[in-house]
């Protein structure tokens, strides 16, 4: 639970991400407990694959479910009245 709460209030990484997500849905003493499970499991990861930590960022999210994010926004918008033309920028 201590190393969880010490992920919790880091910046820029995706533990903090995840805490972020699930204290938004759960509670932060439910989040604190899911983060210490996923900790766990990335320490069994390690020692089992024999890798290194590969840290996936705080917008992992937000990559995972593009394509969902983007018509879920698009829908919003055409159900207030815009019109919306979708072209992906190259920035």
């Known amino acids: 639970m201590e190393c969880a709460r010490a992920?919790?209030?880091?910046?820029?990484?995706?533990?903090?991400?995840?805490?972020?997500?699930?204290?938004?849905?759960?509670?932060?003493?439910?989040?604190s407990v899911a983060l210490g499970r996923n900790i766990l499991e990335i320490i069994h990861s390690?020692?089992?694959?024999?890798?290194?930590?590969r840290e996936l960022g705080t917008d992992y999210w937000d990559r995972h479910r593009e394509a969902?994010?983007?018509r879920r926004t698009v829908?919003?918008?055409e159900g207030l009245g815009y019109e919306v033309k979708r072209e992906k920028t190259s920035a």
Do not use: D, F, M, W
């Open 75 to 77: 829908k919003r918008l």
């Open 7 to 31: 992920a919790a209030r880091t910046k820029n990484n995706y533990l903090s991400a995840k805490h972020h997500r699930i204290v938004k849905r759960r509670g932060a003493n439910r989040a």
């Open 68 to 70: 969902s994010i983007v």
């Open 46 to 53: 390690i020692l089992t694959r024999k890798e290194p930590y």
